[in-house]
């Protein structure tokens, strides 16, 4: 059974920082992508920054330059900092690994989300 453990969401100020983590078990097929997105309530899921096998990362253009996507391959762990906040960084932040079905087709596992605020 897959699971997902995310944290380190919270309240924070704007210019703050917080660091989401997220720790994948129970995955057998080969891990490619993990990364992030994000949901406002009433709004679709947004992608935020991801990272691949190789350490490749990919950002939304709303984010980059100020978080950090960085993954522990050995854990199946994936890691966002987030610097500079804005409230408008105000969302659930969802954690997602992207693996190799038998017939190569990808598929997606996804954390519960965390909630992350950022207001004064």
């Known amino acids: 059974q897959v699971q997902f453990v995310e944290s380190g969401g919270g309240l924070v100020q704007p210019g703050g920082s917080l660091r989401l983590s997220c720790v994948a078990s129970?995955?057998?097929?080969?891990?490619?992508?993990m990364g992030w997105h994000r949901q406002v309530p009433g709004n679709k899921r947004t992608f935020v920054g991801s990272?691949?096998?190789?350490?490749?990362?990919n950002y939304a253009a709303a984010v980059r330059g100020r978080f950090t996507v960085s993954r522990d391959r050995g854990a199946n762990s994936v890691f966002l900092q987030m610097d500079s906040l804005r409230p408008e960084d105000t969302a659930v932040y969802y954690c997602y690994t992207t693996v190799l079905q038998r017939d190569g087709a990808p598929f997606a596992y996804w954390g519960q989300g965390t909630q992350v605020t950022v207001s004064s």
């Open positions: 990272i691949s096998g190789s350490g490749t990362d």
């Open positions: 129970g995955i057998t097929q080969s891990i490619s992508y």
